[in-house]
């Protein structure tokens, strides 16, 4: 039975990346795949995901207004689809993950959702909230703050490095960019570490909290 898969993180997880090979993985075994990424986010032009590491796929933009079951249904009765991705899966409405569930469920496409669990102000977005709760399985990427600790949020900075902590949740585009911390440092604000602060060590007998 197909599913619906959320696959979350906080910045630089490598989450394009791991949606890109999913997709590379079905096309290669002859399946028919469909990217979809939200049409606010233009960084790389519009209809295209693409990664940190250089790859990319073309995509199919879609609206906060538009019907996710109808436009993946009409689609698969051109071709037939084996997997939907969704990249920055957090801009969905609640309407549209409910919609997502349907191509699972009614259609038989596997969906795999790609996106951040929370904002810089530590509040989970829109389609991130109803992910983690209509998903059949969530799956966590992880990544690493300064200190060595597992990054689990996000700092927004300015174009002087500095943590901005007010402000629309949704801003593409501008002179901000965003950090992954661990929630200690997300509290503080400390988007870097500091000279006199030594790294977080792991014991012998201590797992890496990265992969917890």
Known sequence: MAKLYFYYSSMNAGKSTNLLQSSYNYRERGMNTIV????????????????????????????TADNLLSLVGDAHRDSTLHCLLIDEAQFLTRDQVHQLGDVADNLGIPVLCYGLRTDFQGQLFEGSQHLLAWA?????????????????????????????????????????????????????????????????????????????
């Open 136 to 212: 059949d399985s969530l799956i966590e990427i992880k990544t690493i703050c300064h200190c060595g600790r597992k990054a689990t949020m996000v700092l927004r900075l300015d174009d002087q490095g500095r943590v901005v902590k007010q402000g629309a949740q949704i801003k593409i585009g501008g002179n901000e960019s965003y950090q992954a911390v661990c929630r200690k440092h997300f509290k503080r604000g400390m988007a870097n570490r500091q000279d006199n602060e030594l790294p977080f060590h792991f014991a012998s007998d201590q797992t890496d909290p990265a992969t917890q």
């Open 36 to 63: 979809l990424t939200p049409e606010l986010d233009t960084r790389y032009g519009g209809s295209i995901v693409s990664s940190r590491i250089g790859l990319s796929t073309d995509a199919i933009t879609f609206s």
